[in-house]
């Protein structure tokens, strides 16, 4: 148990660390910078989940959708940051 925390909390850390790293189409809507970020939802994290990209990990959180449904799959989001986690408004598998 204490190996899945830590590995979680070494998602989180990277996640943080890479955020703003990721290959992403940004759109401006009004005052807020939307983007777009292809990957596969590959753990969850007290924050939200971890969305593995081509460029690294991005921690991103919904509250529209349940993103436990889309745990190991491929999926498109677009949202807005706060910080570095992401919420997503739209996503598309």
Do not use: W
């Amino acid at each position: 148990m204490k190996r899945v925390i830590l590995f979680l909390g070494f998602l989180l850390m990277v996640g943080v660390n890479l955020g703003g790293c990721q290959q992403s189409i940004i759109t401006t809507k009004g005052n807020s910078k939307v983007v777009t970020i292809k990957g596969e939802i590959i753990a969850p994290t007290t924050d939200g989940y971890v969305l593995s990209t081509e460029s690294g990990l991005v921690t991103i959180t919904s509250t529209k959708f349940k993103l436990d449904t889309y745990l190991h799959k491929k999926v498109t989001v677009e949202g807005m940051y706060s910080g570095t986690l992401l919420y997503v408004d739209k996503l598309r598998n």
